[in-house]
């Protein structure tokens, strides 16, 4: 799950080189659109429907957050 994931995130960004905790705004400076299209990747990806309590930015700050949210989804 966590290469996909960075993958993901990569093809997004355009950036091959980051760690798991940066913040995916702050560092790898994701804005409201690639926010989307992360989400969007990660619920076709993932088959998984993300309610709207959980589409909070804290949710999505960093690989180790996501991977978590994705746990959830998936359990």
Do not use: C
Not at 24 to 32: E, K, P, R, T
Not at 64 to 72: A, C, S, V
Request: aromatic share 6%; net charge negative; no cysteine.
């Amino acid at each position: 799950m966590e290469e996909k994931i960075i993958e993901i995130i990569r093809e997004i960004s355009g950036k091959q080189s980051f760690k798991l905790d940066d913040n995916l705004i702050n560092i790898l400076g994701f804005n409201s659109k690639n926010v989307m299209q992360l989400i969007i990747r990660l619920e076709n990806e993932f088959d998984i429907s993300i309610d709207e309590e959980d589409l909070d930015i804290d949710n999505f700050n960093n690989v180790e957050r996501i991977k978590g949210l994705i746990t959830r989804y998936r359990n």
